[in-house]
């Protein structure tokens, strides 16, 4: 498995996408993101994908991409998981600009986080599936600091 920060693209041979409507991992290079939904109807954004608007009731939706960084909410470290799942991992919720409050695994130590941090989205194993293979998606990491060159 390769990471590829710069871009945000992954690659991963023989694993398998977890919950596509949630995450978008473009072909053409570009970085992944978060897919939240706006109602065609009354523009209430979501985050996943509700059946119906929570605002108006309505049917229709397109996709907005979210933002790749956010603030650390809270977090906290858990020790017992359900099958194909390494313990002890780290969960959180990451508030982003959108107004929106995503539940995720967190990418690091305990010791490498605190409320209120920058993070930002990665892509990455999750766990392994019932076939023992990888199961790709979404979780954030400690964001690391933009350089700016003169």
Same mark, same amino acid.
């Given at each position: 498995?390769?990471?590829?920060?710069?871009?945000?693209?992954?690659?991963?041979?023989?694993?398998?996408?977890?919950?596509?409507?949630?995450?978008?991992?473009?072909?053409?290079?570009?970085?992944?993101?978060?897919?939240?939904?706006?109602?065609?109807?009354?523009?209430?954004?979501?985050?996943?994908?509700?059946?119906?608007?929570?605002?108006?009731?309505?049917? @229709?939706?397109?996709?907005?991409? +979210?933002? !790749?960084?956010? =603030?650390?909410?809270? $977090? &906290?470290?858990?020790?017992?998981?359900?099958?194909?799942?390494?313990?002890?991992?780290?969960?959180?919720?990451?508030?982003?600009?959108?107004?929106?409050?995503?539940?995720?695994?967190?990418?690091?130590?305990?010791?490498?986080?605190?409320?209120?941090?920058?993070?930002?989205?990665?892509?990455?194993?999750?766990?392994?599936?019932?076939?023992? @293979?990888?199961?790709?998606?979404? +979780?954030? !990491?400690?964001? =690391?600091?933009?350089? $700016? &060159?003169?």
């Amino acid at each position: 498995m390769t990471d590829k920060r710069a871009s945000g693209q992954q690659a991963f041979s023989g694993s398998q996408l977890f919950h596509p409507d949630l995450l978008a991992l473009p072909a053409d290079g570009s970085p992944a993101y978060l897919k939240a939904y706006r109602c065609t109807a009354c523009g209430q954004l979501d985050f996943p994908r509700p059946t119906v608007c929570t605002a108006c009731w309505g049917e @229709m939706f397109e996709v907005v991409p +979210l933002s !790749r960084r956010g =603030t650390l909410y809270s $977090f &906290s470290e858990i020790h017992v998981g359900q099958a194909g799942m390494q313990t002890p991992y780290l969960i959180g919720y990451v508030d982003l600009p959108e107004h929106l409050r995503v539940f995720a695994q967190l990418q690091g130590a305990p010791a490498d986080f605190a409320c209120d941090d920058v993070v930002e989205l990665a892509v990455g194993p999750i766990r392994t599936g019932s076939d023992g @293979m990888p199961l790709i998606s979404y +979780l954030f !990491r400690k964001a =690391t600091p933009h350089v $700016f &060159s003169a």
